[in-house]
T-cell receptor, first 112, second 113 residues
Framework: DGGITQSPKYLFRKEGQNVTLSCEQNLNHDAMYWYRQDPGQGLRLIYYSQIVNDFQKGDIAEGYSVSREKKESFPLTVTSAQKNPTAFYLC???????????FGQGTRLTVV | AQSVTQLGSHVSVSEGALVLLRCNYSSSVPPYLFWYVQYPNQGLQLLLKYTSAATLVKGINGFEAEFKKSETSFHLTKPSAHMSDAAEYFCAVSVGNDYKLSFGAGTTVTVRA
């Protein structure tokens, strides 16, 4: 079955550590996105990529980094520079030229 | 820049009653508009989308939405609420050539038996 797989579902991080969230899709979509979700704030765009080896900052990119070495994969690293990383992170993908996106099941990151 | 505003962060309805969720958009160019649903600790599922064809859009699970340019609105309705409709609903807009979505703050729906 085609879809988007995010792993792990739950992640705990100590303050000062970097952590990487995985996102893999087998939908053959060109574009991939990372969103952060906080209660009462909807979803905010962190980074997005329309083609391999290229990506753009979204609205809240500070403290995050990404790579897009393969079409299927778009990992997100939450660095120690992110002051408030506890949140629900959602990865999405879409066909460039086709509006709307498919979402993964999310990763809940908690800083302990 | 484009944006959406969802009126009401919480809506409570009785089972069998009308569900009405309000969304207003702001965009200087014709927008593409979407409604998504999210169940607890899950990803988002697309309910329906407006892409400049018919102004009344029918989606999954009995939901529909009407695009009204004069009111800059894209309200979501369902004639008869079911217990399974309890979830959070997000309105989103997309414009331009980067295809990214901008989301509203969300509306949580509870359904009373």
């Amino acid at each position: 079955d085609g879809g988007i797989t995010q792993s792990p579902k739950y992640l705990f991080r100590k303050e000062g550590q970097n952590v990487t969230l995985s996102c893999e899709q087998n939908l053959n979509h060109d574009a991939m996105y990372w969103y952060r979700q906080d209660p009462g704030q909807g979803l905010r765009l962190i980074y997005y990529s329309q083609i391999v080896n290229d990506f753009q900052k979204g609205d809240i990119a500070e403290g995050y980094s990404v790579s897009r070495e393969k079409k299927e994969s778009f990992p997100l690293t939450v660095t120690s520079a992110q002051k408030n990383p506890t949140a629900f992170y959602l990865c999405a993908s879409s066909i460039v030229g086709n509006r709307g996106a498919f979402f993964g099941q999310g990763t809940r990151l908690t800083v302990v | 820049a484009q944006s959406v505003t969802q009126l009401g962060s919480h809506v409570s309805v009785s089972e069998g009653a009308l569900v009405l969720l309000r969304c207003n958009y702001s965009s200087s160019v014709p927008p593409y508009l979407f409604w998504y649903v999210q169940y607890p600790n899950q990803g988002l599922q697309l309910l329906l989308k407006y892409t400049s064809a018919a102004t009344l859009v029918k989606g999954i699970n009995g939901f529909e939405a009407e695009f009204k340019k004069s009111e800059t609105s894209f309200h979501l309705t369902k004639p008869s609420a079911h217990m399974s409709d309890a979830a959070e609903y997000f309105c989103a807009v997309s414009v331009g050539n980067d295809y990214k979505l901008s989301f509203g703050a969300g509306t949580t729906v509870t359904v009373r038996a």
